[in-house]
């Protein structure tokens, strides 16, 4: 019963390229967030993704960033043109219903161990 | 803008001794509450989730709520060195996403 799986786990980037983060939910979670962590930071949301649809982009930069969950394939968070104020840990966390079914709310967020971005 | 506030710390305890972290949160309206813990380096582990006012036990972990106060605590009974780390406190937002505050890092002492 596999956990939440993120890939690459550390992810190395020169200025200027382009980061691309997945993310596999739990097996029966159709519902994905991203959130990143700066250095000595809380947990920032930035997305919540359902299959082929963004719920909420609240807390996503409004420029080089963009994030998809396809029908088939994992959850991909898009970083164009990475800056150095790119590096932090993103994590990604998903749960089996919309928090706004009943019950729904309550229902934790399981996370998986992240991928550590580091711009050069 | 939603808030959840914590005492960044560090908090330190003996070992054996009772740690009690400490949590507020601006919406009134919020119903569910979450403390996970993280390992410098890991990934986020939940701890204990409380949805009702009053306490709430898991082993030696108890959660505390109060929603008239807009305050929510976690105590740690019998406070093992395994459990330095930093806790954080998280909030459901309205579109189902988690607010955390920035986290009280505990360091239990041998």
């Known amino acids: 019963n596999a956990g939440v799986m993120q890939n690459p786990r550390h992810l190395v980037r020169r200025r200027g390229q382009e980061a691309r983060l997945r993310c596999s939910p739990m097996?029966?979670?159709?519902?994905v967030y991203w959130y990143r962590q700066l250095p000595e930071e809380g947990l920032k949301f930035m997305v919540y993704?359902?299959?082929?649809?963004?719920?909420?982009e609240s807390g996503m930069p409004k420029e080089r960033f963009s994030a998809e969950f396809p029908k088939e394939g994992p959850s991909i968070l898009r970083i164009q043109q990475v800056v150095r104020g790119d590096s932090a840990a993103y994590f990604c966390?998903?749960?089996?219903?919309?928090?706004?079914?009943?019950?729904?709310?309550?229902?934790?967020?399981?996370f998986g161990d992240g991928t550590r971005l580091s711009i050069l | 803008q939603k808030e959840v506030e914590q005492n960044s710390g560090p908090l330190s305890v003996p070992e054996g001794a009772i740690a009690s972290l400490n949590c507020t949160y601006s919406?009134?309206?919020?119903?569910?509450f979450f403390w996970y813990r993280q390992y410098s380096g890991k990934s986020p582990e939940l701890i204990m989730s409380?949805?009702?006012?009053g306490d709430k036990e898991d082993g030696r972990f108890t959660a505390q709520l109060n929603k008239a106060s807009q305050y929510v605590s976690l105590l740690i009974r019998d406070s093992q060195p395994s459990d330095s780390a930093t806790y954080l406190c998280?909030?459901?937002?309205?579109?189902?996403?988690?607010?955390f505050g920035k986290g009280t890092k505990l360091s239990v002492k041998p």
């Open positions: 993704l359902q299959k082929e649809n963004i719920i909420d």
């Open positions: 998280a909030v459901r937002g309205s579109q189902g996403n988690l607010i």
């Open positions: 919406d009134r309206v919020s119903q569910s």
């Open positions: 097996k029966g979670h159709s519902h």
């Open positions: 966390a998903s749960s089996p219903n919309s928090p706004h079914r009943t019950g729904g709310s309550n229902q934790p967020q399981h």
């Open positions: 409380i949805y009702s006012n």
